[in-house]
């Protein structure tokens, strides 16, 4: 999809535009279907392209999940995974963990370690930072998640006793210095 920035000339014969790609409706770049009436026919202009009928919106194709120690995801990316069908695989492997997981403010550094426990599994606490960037805590409200990046540090079964990561998430903390240095504040 493109943006049109507005007319940049017109001598009379020929209007030119400023056109620039656009991430909007990027989950359903690749996938659309028309009907497509000649063979021979490979580029069209947009009022004859108009009339040719959409058949479909095909499956996006599923992007294999690349295990808990490879991922490593902006903000963008975290949005997508929680609501393309194409990362349904992803969002059944965040569901069946609980875990530990670091956001770093990739404009200074600073990092927050964090954890699901108990119920809750990672897709359900990442799901809360997808949605307004601060997933509650008193930390990262006021801050832009724009330059946010999440990863997992550690999984657990979801029947691990709390206390146990309790100890991982403040192992973590120390180790990483985040309570000093970052963005914990317990």
């Known amino acids: 999809m493109l943006e049109n920035r507005g007319e940049v000339s017109n001598d009379g014969v020929t209007r030119r535009f400023d056109l620039v790609p656009s991430e909007q409706l990027a989950d ?14 490979w580029r069209l202009n947009g009022p004859t392209a108009a009339g040719y009928p959409v058949v479909e919106i095909a499956d996006a194709q599923p992007i294999p999940f690349p295990g808990f120690d490879r991922l490593v995801l902006d903000r963008a990316k975290m949005q997508a995974v ?10 059944t492997a965040l569901s069946s963990v609980a875990g530990i997981y670091l956001i770093t403010d990739t404009r200074d550094g600073r990092q927050y370690v964090g954890k699901a ?24 409200r006021g801050m832009d998640p724009a330059t946010f990046r999440y990863s997992v540090l550690r999984v ?21 210095d985040t309570r000093k240095h970052g963005l914990n504040r317990n």
């Open 28 to 41: 359903l770049r690749n996938r659309l279907v028309i009907g497509w009436r000649s063979p021979r026919t």
């Open 117 to 140: 426990d108990g119920a809750e599994s990672l897709r359900q606490r990442w799901s809360s930072y997808a949605a307004n960037g601060h997933g509650g805590n008193v930390e990262l």
């Open 156 to 176: 657990f079964d979801p029947a691990t006793p709390m206390r146990v990561i309790d100890e991982a998430e403040s192992h973590f903390k120390l180790a990483l």
């Open 82 to 91: 929680m609501r393309e069908h194409r990362y349904a695989a992803w969002r």
